[in-house]
């Protein structure tokens, strides 16, 4: 992630994070210390979110959330457990994805260690991988093998494709590759016209428009895409 300061945060399996400063080329390694208690919790980060006040989050593989702000480079950690996917909505609530469940954290679940009194999970099929907030104020979450769901006020949608065929709550436009192509969801953006798109382990590239119903693939064998296995996805200037 890029964060308000143009630096370039990269997270790694198990090495901690790198800083990089663009223009210098400088890179500044970020690691935990056990003799730190405001150093990275943890040193395999699984994802990475920036906020609104100029924070940036960062999940690591069983060791909780960090919070870094710029003014005071130091951690602050919220003993959660295991978080593979971060997302903030409109209110500055923090979002945890974490196995099968979404977590919104309570007003007192940022950097004091606890979750919140008044945190509320929400259970998804599969494990959480990633998570997308939309114009229309509707959470994207992906998860391996549990395929695309949908949350809106408090209702539910989840997209999946089980045993070659499409199958959905709500089901999208009839014809020919409509529906999910890979219940293993790994990345997700949203474009300038508002359609969502969806990269997938194995099952290529898709763009989902929530107001039609209409589902496009791109895939190896119709030779739109060089591998059908994908892990990340990032808008263009141009809005794609």
Not at 18 to 23: A, D, F, G, P, Y
Not at 87 to 114: I, Q, S, T
Not at 150 to 172: I, K, M, S, W, Y
Request: charged residues 20%.
């Amino acid at each position: 992630v890029q964060d308000a300061l143009h630096r370039i945060w990269v997270g790694r399996d198990r090495s901690g994070l790198s800083v990089l400063e663009k223009e210098s080329g400088e890179e500044m390694r970020l690691v935990h210390d056990p003799a730190d208690p405001h150093s990275l919790p943890g040193n395999g980060i699984t994802a990475l979110a920036c906020c609104a006040d100029s924070a940036v989050l960062i999940g690591t593989y069983q060791s909780g959330v960090a919070l870094y702000h710029p003014h005071l480079f130091l951690f602050g950690q919220d003993a959660v457990g295991e978080v593979n996917a971060l997302a903030e909505d409109g209110a500055g609530h923090l979002l945890l994805g974490r196995g099968g469940e979404v977590v919104m954290m309570g007003d007192d679940g940022r950097g004091n260690g606890n979750p919140g009194a008044d945190a509320k999970v929400l259970e998804v099929p599969g494990s959480v991988v990633c998570m997308r907030f939309t114009r229309d104020s509707t959470l994207w979450v992906g998860s391996f093998r549990g395929g695309l769901t949908a949350l809106r006020g408090g209702q539910r949608r989840t997209f999946r494709r089980v045993q070659g065929l499409p199958q959905v709550d709500v089901l999208p436009a009839d014809g020919p590759g409509q529906g999910l192509a890979c219940d293993n969801v790994w990345a997700l953006e949203e474009d300038s016209c508002g359609a969502l798109w969806i990269a997938t382990l194995g099952g290529g590239l898709q763009r989902f428009q929530p107001r039609t119903g209409q589902w496009t693939t791109f895939s190896c064998a119709e030779g739109t895409l060089a591998d059908d296995y994908l892990s990340s996805l990032a808008p263009s200037r141009r809005g794609g």
